[in-house]
Protein backbone atom coordinates (compact mmCIF):
# COMPACT_ATOMS: atom_id res chain seq x y z
CA UNK A 1 0.00 0.00 0.00
CA UNK A 2 2.94 2.39 0.76
CA UNK A 3 4.78 1.52 -2.90
CA UNK A 4 1.20 2.35 -4.61
CA UNK A 5 1.15 5.92 -2.98
CA UNK A 6 4.22 5.99 -4.14
CA UNK A 7 6.14 6.09 -0.39
CA UNK A 8 9.66 3.64 -0.05
CA UNK A 9 9.59 1.91 3.21
CA UNK A 10 13.08 2.09 5.23
CA UNK A 11 13.52 -0.20 8.25
CA UNK A 12 15.11 0.96 11.61
CA UNK A 13 16.98 -2.12 12.70
CA UNK A 14 18.75 -2.84 15.99
CA UNK A 15 21.21 -5.83 15.27
CA UNK A 16 24.35 -4.32 17.54
CA UNK A 17 22.78 -5.60 21.76
CA UNK A 18 20.19 -7.54 21.93
CA UNK A 19 17.06 -7.49 25.52
CA UNK A 20 19.81 -10.17 27.35
CA UNK A 21 21.56 -6.50 28.54
CA UNK A 22 24.63 -6.66 30.83
CA UNK A 23 26.12 -10.13 32.28
CA UNK A 24 23.16 -9.83 35.43
CA UNK A 25 20.41 -9.85 32.95
CA UNK A 26 18.04 -12.51 32.11
CA UNK A 27 19.14 -15.17 29.77
CA UNK A 28 16.12 -14.37 26.75
CA UNK A 29 17.74 -15.87 23.36
CA UNK A 30 21.39 -16.02 22.47
CA UNK A 31 23.24 -15.65 25.66
CA UNK A 32 21.48 -19.04 26.57
CA UNK A 33 22.40 -20.55 23.26
CA UNK A 34 26.24 -19.44 22.58
CA UNK A 35 27.40 -16.87 25.26
CA UNK A 36 30.86 -16.60 23.85
CA UNK A 37 30.14 -17.18 20.12
CA UNK A 38 27.16 -14.59 19.70
CA UNK A 39 29.01 -11.57 22.19
CA UNK A 40 31.82 -9.46 22.83
CA UNK A 41 33.26 -10.17 25.91
CA UNK A 42 36.16 -8.38 27.96
CA UNK A 43 39.52 -9.95 29.24
CA UNK A 44 37.16 -11.45 32.21
CA UNK A 45 34.60 -13.59 30.18
CA UNK A 46 32.21 -13.35 32.80
CA UNK A 47 31.53 -9.47 31.51
CA UNK A 48 30.61 -8.41 28.25
CA UNK A 49 32.39 -5.14 26.12
CA UNK A 50 29.62 -2.76 25.84
CA UNK A 51 29.97 -0.16 22.75
CA UNK A 52 26.19 0.14 22.79
CA UNK A 53 25.06 1.40 25.76
CA UNK A 54 22.59 -1.42 26.66
CA UNK A 55 24.73 -4.16 28.56
CA UNK A 56 26.28 -5.82 25.92
CA UNK A 57 27.46 -5.88 22.00
CA UNK A 58 26.74 -8.77 19.44
CA UNK A 59 29.71 -10.09 17.70
CA UNK A 60 29.58 -9.43 14.29
CA UNK A 61 33.21 -10.61 13.15
CA UNK A 62 32.12 -14.16 14.33
CA UNK A 63 30.33 -16.29 11.15
CA UNK A 64 27.10 -17.38 12.87
CA UNK A 65 26.30 -13.41 13.87
CA UNK A 66 27.30 -12.21 10.40
CA UNK A 67 25.21 -14.90 8.99
CA UNK A 68 22.25 -14.25 11.08
CA UNK A 69 22.35 -10.03 10.50
CA UNK A 70 22.59 -10.75 6.39
CA UNK A 71 19.97 -13.53 6.61
CA UNK A 72 17.37 -11.03 8.46
CA UNK A 73 18.46 -8.23 5.81
CA UNK A 74 17.91 -9.82 3.49
CA UNK A 75 14.86 -11.55 4.17
CA UNK A 76 12.98 -7.86 4.85
CA UNK A 77 14.28 -7.03 0.98
CA UNK A 78 13.30 -10.17 -0.88
CA UNK A 79 9.94 -11.48 1.24
CA UNK A 80 8.84 -8.17 2.48
CA UNK A 81 9.77 -5.09 0.41
CA UNK A 82 11.38 -3.08 2.36
CA UNK A 83 13.80 -0.34 0.48
CA UNK A 84 16.30 0.02 2.80
CA UNK A 85 17.53 0.20 5.98
CA UNK A 86 18.78 2.48 9.14
CA UNK A 87 20.95 0.76 11.05
CA UNK A 88 21.35 1.94 14.77
CA UNK A 89 24.80 2.54 16.16
CA UNK A 90 26.27 1.17 12.95
CA UNK A 91 29.57 1.65 14.06
CA UNK A 92 29.27 -1.15 16.58
CA UNK A 93 28.65 -3.45 14.11
CA UNK A 94 32.05 -2.01 11.95
CA UNK A 95 34.29 -2.72 14.76
CA UNK A 96 36.64 -5.67 13.77
CA UNK A 97 38.51 -7.31 16.52
CA UNK A 98 38.21 -3.59 19.03
CA UNK A 99 38.45 -0.73 16.81
CA UNK A 100 35.83 0.71 14.05
CA UNK A 101 37.12 -0.80 10.57
CA UNK A 102 35.66 0.88 7.66
CA UNK A 103 37.22 -3.01 6.08
CA UNK A 104 35.36 -4.71 8.70
CA UNK A 105 33.68 -8.37 7.86
CA UNK A 106 29.82 -6.87 8.19
CA UNK A 107 30.62 -3.57 5.23
CA UNK A 108 32.75 -6.21 3.31
CA UNK A 109 29.23 -8.30 3.48
CA UNK A 110 26.99 -5.42 2.31
CA UNK A 111 29.50 -4.26 -0.08
CA UNK A 112 29.05 -7.68 -2.41
CA UNK A 113 25.98 -9.10 -1.03
CA UNK A 114 23.84 -8.30 -4.43
CA UNK A 115 20.43 -8.20 -2.54
CA UNK A 116 22.17 -5.67 0.04
CA UNK A 117 24.45 -3.63 -1.97
CA UNK A 118 21.27 -2.29 -3.88
CA UNK A 119 18.87 -0.94 -1.34
CA UNK A 120 19.64 2.10 0.48
CA UNK A 121 22.03 2.09 3.83
CA UNK A 122 21.56 4.34 6.48
CA UNK A 123 24.18 4.63 9.29
CA UNK A 124 23.92 5.76 12.46
CA UNK A 125 27.83 6.77 12.10
CA UNK A 126 28.66 6.23 16.05
CA UNK A 127 28.17 4.10 19.44
CA UNK A 128 29.32 4.60 22.65
CA UNK A 129 32.88 3.31 23.01
CA UNK A 130 36.53 4.46 22.47
CA UNK A 131 36.79 5.89 18.71
CA UNK A 132 33.14 4.60 18.03
CA UNK A 133 32.03 8.58 16.38
CA UNK A 134 32.54 7.93 12.59
CA UNK A 135 30.58 10.70 11.33
CA UNK A 136 31.91 11.11 7.65
CA UNK A 137 34.30 7.61 7.41
CA UNK A 138 31.76 5.22 6.14
CA UNK A 139 32.13 3.61 2.45
CA UNK A 140 30.38 5.19 -0.54
CA UNK A 141 27.20 2.81 -0.73
CA UNK A 142 26.16 4.59 2.91
CA UNK A 143 24.47 7.40 3.88
CA UNK A 144 25.25 8.78 7.01
CA UNK A 145 23.09 10.89 9.75
CA UNK A 146 25.02 14.36 10.60
CA UNK A 147 24.73 15.11 13.65
CA UNK A 148 27.26 18.45 12.90
CA UNK A 149 24.36 19.55 10.62
CA UNK A 150 21.98 18.98 13.75
CA UNK A 151 24.21 20.82 16.30
CA UNK A 152 25.08 23.85 13.90
CA UNK A 153 21.80 24.77 13.13
CA UNK A 154 20.82 24.39 16.70
CA UNK A 155 23.36 26.61 17.46
CA UNK A 156 22.55 29.14 15.02
CA UNK A 157 18.97 29.58 15.98
CA UNK A 158 19.99 29.95 19.40
CA UNK A 159 22.43 32.71 18.89
CA UNK A 160 25.28 30.69 19.80
CA UNK A 161 27.23 31.76 16.44
CA UNK A 162 28.30 28.29 15.53
CA UNK A 163 31.74 28.95 13.51
CA UNK A 164 30.42 29.88 10.41
CA UNK A 165 32.57 27.78 8.25
CA UNK A 166 30.99 24.79 9.63
CA UNK A 167 28.00 26.49 8.87
CA UNK A 168 28.27 26.90 5.63
CA UNK A 169 29.46 23.08 4.95
CA UNK A 170 26.35 22.08 6.72
CA UNK A 171 23.68 24.00 4.35
CA UNK A 172 25.25 23.13 1.56
CA UNK A 173 25.71 19.10 2.13
CA UNK A 174 29.03 19.08 4.39
CA UNK A 175 31.39 18.62 1.16
CA UNK A 176 34.41 18.38 3.71
CA UNK A 177 32.61 15.02 5.36
CA UNK A 178 31.27 13.74 2.44
CA UNK A 179 33.22 14.75 -1.09
CA UNK A 180 35.47 11.44 -1.17
CA UNK A 181 35.53 8.27 -2.74
CA UNK A 182 32.73 9.35 -5.21
CA UNK A 183 29.97 9.95 -2.59
CA UNK A 184 27.28 12.96 -3.41
CA UNK A 185 24.91 15.37 -1.33
CA UNK A 186 22.63 12.72 -0.48
CA UNK A 187 25.19 10.72 1.96
CA UNK A 188 24.61 13.63 4.55
CA UNK A 189 20.94 12.69 5.93
CA UNK A 190 20.01 16.18 7.45
CA UNK A 191 18.23 16.63 10.69
CA UNK A 192 17.44 19.21 13.75
CA UNK A 193 15.68 15.92 15.83
CA UNK A 194 15.14 12.68 15.86
CA UNK A 195 13.20 10.08 17.68
CA UNK A 196 16.05 10.30 20.41
CA UNK A 197 15.62 13.11 22.31
CA UNK A 198 13.65 16.33 22.32
CA UNK A 199 10.76 17.03 19.42
CA UNK A 200 10.93 20.47 17.44
CA UNK A 201 8.43 21.99 19.88
CA UNK A 202 10.46 21.07 22.68
CA UNK A 203 13.04 22.39 21.81
CA UNK A 204 12.17 25.96 21.42
CA UNK A 205 10.35 25.50 24.98
CA UNK A 206 12.42 23.65 27.19
CA UNK A 207 16.50 24.11 28.30
CA UNK A 208 16.59 21.50 30.11
CA UNK A 209 15.62 17.97 29.95
CA UNK A 210 12.33 16.41 32.04
CA UNK A 211 12.48 13.12 32.16
CA UNK A 212 10.82 12.09 35.52
CA UNK A 213 7.93 10.43 34.24
CA UNK A 214 10.82 7.64 33.05
CA UNK A 215 11.34 6.94 36.93
CA UNK A 216 14.99 6.80 36.58
CA UNK A 217 15.77 10.02 38.80
CA UNK A 218 16.09 12.67 35.32
CA UNK A 219 19.44 10.91 34.64
CA UNK A 220 18.29 9.33 31.47
CA UNK A 221 18.62 11.02 27.97
CA UNK A 222 21.07 13.51 27.19
CA UNK A 223 21.71 16.77 28.72
CA UNK A 224 23.24 18.53 26.07
CA UNK A 225 20.14 20.02 24.18
CA UNK A 226 21.74 23.33 22.27
CA UNK A 227 18.34 24.37 23.12
CA UNK A 228 16.49 27.68 23.95
CA UNK A 229 13.40 28.21 25.38
CA UNK A 230 12.11 32.03 24.45
CA UNK A 231 12.76 33.05 28.16
CA UNK A 232 10.45 30.39 29.96
CA UNK A 233 10.97 26.78 30.70
CA UNK A 234 8.26 25.44 29.69
CA UNK A 235 4.84 25.68 28.38
CA UNK A 236 3.88 29.59 28.50
CA UNK A 237 0.37 31.84 28.84
CA UNK A 238 2.82 34.97 27.05
CA UNK A 239 1.72 35.29 23.52
CA UNK A 240 4.62 36.88 22.96
CA UNK A 241 7.15 34.07 24.13
CA UNK A 242 4.51 31.79 22.08
CA UNK A 243 4.61 33.69 18.84
CA UNK A 244 8.69 33.42 19.22
CA UNK A 245 8.57 30.13 19.71
CA UNK A 246 6.40 29.35 16.20
CA UNK A 247 8.28 31.37 14.81
CA UNK A 248 11.54 29.32 15.68
CA UNK A 249 9.96 26.58 14.55
CA UNK A 250 9.34 28.13 11.00
CA UNK A 251 13.10 29.08 10.99
CA UNK A 252 14.21 25.47 11.98
CA UNK A 253 11.92 23.50 9.61
CA UNK A 254 12.79 25.85 6.49
CA UNK A 255 16.60 25.54 7.39
CA UNK A 256 16.61 21.90 7.51
CA UNK A 257 14.25 21.30 3.76
CA UNK A 258 16.30 24.21 2.56
CA UNK A 259 19.45 22.65 3.32
CA UNK A 260 21.39 20.24 0.75
CA UNK A 261 21.54 16.75 1.34
CA UNK A 262 18.43 14.68 2.58
CA UNK A 263 16.05 16.15 4.93
CA UNK A 264 14.82 13.98 8.02
CA UNK A 265 11.27 15.18 9.46
CA UNK A 266 10.71 13.73 12.90
CA UNK A 267 6.81 12.62 12.75
CA UNK A 268 4.68 15.32 14.45
CA UNK A 269 7.63 18.02 14.54
CA UNK A 270 5.33 19.79 11.39
CA UNK A 271 2.28 20.37 13.80
CA UNK A 272 4.03 21.12 17.14
CA UNK A 273 3.99 17.53 18.80
CA UNK A 274 5.12 17.90 22.64
CA UNK A 275 6.67 15.19 25.11
CA UNK A 276 6.78 17.93 27.87
CA UNK A 277 10.16 18.12 27.73
CA UNK A 278 10.96 13.94 28.06
CA UNK A 279 14.15 13.53 25.83
CA UNK A 280 13.84 9.91 26.39
CA UNK A 281 10.52 9.00 25.71
CA UNK A 282 10.57 5.71 24.11
CA UNK A 283 10.01 3.76 27.35
CA UNK A 284 6.81 5.52 27.08
CA UNK A 285 3.53 3.93 25.62
CA UNK A 286 1.01 7.00 26.60
CA UNK A 287 0.85 10.41 25.45
CA UNK A 288 4.14 11.57 25.93
CA UNK A 289 5.11 9.39 23.17
CA UNK A 290 1.76 9.20 21.04
CA UNK A 291 1.04 11.71 18.10
CA UNK A 292 -1.95 13.62 18.73
CA UNK A 293 -3.87 14.60 15.58
CA UNK A 294 -6.02 16.73 17.40
CA UNK A 295 -3.22 19.28 17.19
CA UNK A 296 -4.17 19.84 13.70
CA UNK A 297 -7.61 21.38 14.98
CA UNK A 298 -5.76 24.56 16.49
CA UNK A 299 -4.74 27.68 13.98
CA UNK A 300 -1.35 27.77 14.71
CA UNK A 301 -0.25 24.51 14.18
CA UNK A 302 -2.38 23.92 10.83
CA UNK A 303 -0.15 27.30 9.61
CA UNK A 304 2.87 24.94 10.53
CA UNK A 305 1.81 22.42 8.91
CA UNK A 306 0.71 24.29 5.76
CA UNK A 307 4.62 26.19 5.79
CA UNK A 308 6.02 22.55 5.92
CA UNK A 309 4.09 21.76 3.04
CA UNK A 310 4.77 24.37 1.14
CA UNK A 311 8.56 24.23 1.82
CA UNK A 312 8.26 20.91 0.69
CA UNK A 313 6.74 21.77 -2.56
CA UNK A 314 9.34 24.06 -3.28
CA UNK A 315 12.03 22.04 -2.71
CA UNK A 316 10.54 18.93 -5.17
CA UNK A 317 9.61 21.17 -7.68
CA UNK A 318 12.86 23.35 -8.15
CA UNK A 319 16.22 21.09 -8.44
CA UNK A 320 19.12 23.06 -6.98
CA UNK A 321 16.95 22.65 -3.60
CA UNK A 322 18.40 19.30 -4.39
CA UNK A 323 21.63 18.90 -6.05
CA UNK A 324 22.80 15.55 -6.22
CA UNK A 325 26.51 16.99 -7.12
CA UNK A 326 28.32 18.99 -4.65
CA UNK A 327 28.74 22.45 -5.32
CA UNK A 328 32.11 23.87 -6.89
CA UNK A 329 32.01 27.28 -6.08
CA UNK A 330 33.79 27.85 -9.40
CA UNK A 331 32.90 30.06 -12.24
CA UNK A 332 29.82 27.96 -14.20
CA UNK A 333 28.83 30.48 -17.34
CA UNK A 334 30.53 33.06 -19.50
CA UNK A 335 29.38 36.04 -17.12
CA UNK A 336 31.86 34.25 -14.45
CA UNK A 337 28.39 33.43 -11.84
CA UNK A 338 29.32 30.62 -9.32
CA UNK A 339 26.94 28.05 -8.81
CA UNK A 340 27.30 29.24 -5.20
CA UNK A 341 28.01 32.19 -3.59
CA UNK A 342 27.99 33.64 0.42
CA UNK A 343 27.08 37.53 1.02
CA UNK A 344 26.97 39.76 4.09
CA UNK A 345 24.43 41.79 4.69
CA UNK A 346 25.84 44.86 3.18
CA UNK A 347 26.05 42.76 -0.13
CA UNK A 348 29.56 41.85 -1.00
CA UNK A 349 30.55 38.50 -1.05
CA UNK A 350 31.86 37.09 1.98
CA UNK A 351 35.97 37.51 2.05
CA UNK A 352 37.99 34.69 4.22
CA UNK A 353 38.17 37.22 6.86
CA UNK A 354 34.37 37.14 7.00
CA UNK A 355 34.49 33.21 7.59
CA UNK A 356 36.64 33.65 10.97
CA UNK A 357 34.22 35.96 12.48
CA UNK A 358 31.14 35.55 14.51
CA UNK A 359 27.96 36.46 11.72
CA UNK A 360 23.56 36.18 12.66
CA UNK A 361 23.11 37.32 9.10
CA UNK A 362 24.24 35.05 6.26
CA UNK A 363 23.03 35.33 2.46
CA UNK A 364 23.59 32.20 0.28
CA UNK A 365 23.17 32.97 -3.57
CA UNK A 366 21.97 29.06 -5.35
CA UNK A 367 22.56 29.41 -9.15
CA UNK A 368 20.15 27.36 -11.27
CA UNK A 369 21.79 27.08 -14.06
CA UNK A 370 24.20 24.62 -15.14
CA UNK A 371 23.01 22.24 -12.47
CA UNK A 372 25.56 19.24 -12.95
CA UNK A 373 23.39 16.25 -14.31
CA UNK A 374 20.51 15.17 -16.43
CA UNK A 375 16.93 14.52 -16.54
CA UNK A 376 14.74 11.57 -17.38
CA UNK A 377 14.77 12.73 -21.04
CA UNK A 378 19.01 12.91 -20.78
CA UNK A 379 18.54 17.13 -21.14
CA UNK A 380 20.45 19.62 -19.35
CA UNK A 381 18.82 20.21 -15.67
CA UNK A 382 18.20 24.06 -15.52
CA UNK A 383 16.00 25.90 -12.35
CA UNK A 384 15.70 29.05 -10.91
CA UNK A 385 18.13 30.90 -8.95
CA UNK A 386 17.64 31.55 -5.15
CA UNK A 387 19.05 33.84 -2.18
CA UNK A 388 18.18 32.81 0.87
CA UNK A 389 19.10 34.99 3.87
CA UNK A 390 19.11 33.59 7.36
CA UNK A 391 18.73 35.97 10.32
CA UNK A 392 19.46 34.64 13.84
CA UNK A 393 19.37 38.10 15.70
CA UNK A 394 17.08 39.48 18.08
CA UNK A 395 16.48 42.92 16.21
CA UNK A 396 15.62 43.21 12.12
CA UNK A 397 18.66 44.32 10.20
CA UNK A 398 19.39 45.97 6.84
CA UNK A 399 20.25 43.37 3.92
CA UNK A 400 21.41 44.60 0.93
CA UNK A 401 20.20 42.46 -2.21
CA UNK A 402 23.17 41.56 -4.32
CA UNK A 403 23.02 43.46 -7.89
CA UNK A 404 24.45 42.82 -11.78
CA UNK A 405 25.93 40.61 -12.14
CA UNK A 406 24.05 38.06 -9.93
CA UNK A 407 20.50 39.46 -10.38
CA UNK A 408 18.40 42.19 -11.69
CA UNK A 409 15.86 41.80 -9.76
CA UNK A 410 14.34 39.39 -6.82
CA UNK A 411 11.13 37.67 -5.57
CA UNK A 412 10.23 37.33 -1.86
CA UNK A 413 8.51 33.74 -1.85
CA UNK A 414 9.11 33.09 1.44
CA UNK A 415 9.38 34.67 4.73
CA UNK A 416 9.14 32.90 8.32
CA UNK A 417 8.58 36.33 10.49
CA UNK A 418 4.34 35.85 9.02
CA UNK A 419 3.12 33.16 10.64
CA UNK A 420 0.21 33.58 7.53
CA UNK A 421 1.86 31.32 4.91
CA UNK A 422 -1.29 30.63 3.03
CA UNK A 423 0.30 33.09 0.23
CA UNK A 424 3.77 33.32 -0.85
CA UNK A 425 4.59 37.33 -0.57
CA UNK A 426 5.05 37.85 -3.75
CA UNK A 427 6.68 40.91 -3.31
CA UNK A 428 8.94 41.80 -6.12
CA UNK A 429 12.63 43.85 -5.19
CA UNK A 430 15.43 45.21 -7.73
CA UNK A 431 18.97 44.15 -7.48
CA UNK A 432 20.83 46.65 -4.44
CA UNK A 433 17.47 47.35 -2.96
CA UNK A 434 18.43 47.19 0.64
CA UNK A 435 15.67 44.67 2.41
CA UNK A 436 14.56 44.99 5.78
CA UNK A 437 15.08 41.41 7.56
CA UNK A 438 12.86 40.54 10.37
CA UNK A 439 14.72 39.58 13.72
CA UNK A 440 15.02 35.82 13.81
CA UNK A 441 13.48 34.90 10.39
CA UNK A 442 14.52 33.56 6.90
CA UNK A 443 13.78 34.97 3.55
CA UNK A 444 13.88 33.19 -0.25
CA UNK A 445 13.98 35.13 -2.75
CA UNK A 446 13.59 34.26 -5.96
CA UNK A 447 15.81 35.92 -9.11
CA UNK A 448 13.34 36.94 -11.72
CA UNK A 449 15.95 39.06 -14.10
Known amino acids: ALHSAGIEVILDVVYNHTAEAGELGPMLSLRGIDNRGYYRLQHDPRRYADYTGCGNTLHVVQPQVLRLITDSLRYWVTEMGVDGFRFDLA???????????????????????????????????WDVGN?????????????????????????????????VRDLGYRLTGSSDLYAWGGRRPYAS???VTAHDGFTLRDLVSYEHKHNEANGEGNRDGTSDNRAWNCGAEGESDDPEINALRRRQLRNLL??????????????????GRTQGGNNNAYCQDNEIGWLDWSLLEQPEWRELTELTARVLKLRQTHPVLRRRAFFSGRAQAPDGLRDLAWFTRDGREMT???????????????????????DARGEPVTDDSFLAVLHAGAEPVAFELPGAPWAAAYELVLDTSRED????PGTVLEGGTELSVPARSVLLLRVTA
Open 91 to 125: AALARSMHDVDMLSPFLAVIAQDPVLRRVKLIAEP
Open 421 to 424: QAEP
Open 254 to 271: TTLLLSTGVPMLVAGDEM
Open 352 to 374: EGDWYAPAATLGLYLSGRDIPGR
Open 189 to 191: VNF
Open 131 to 163: GGYQVGAFPPLWTEWNDRYRDAVRDFWRGALPD
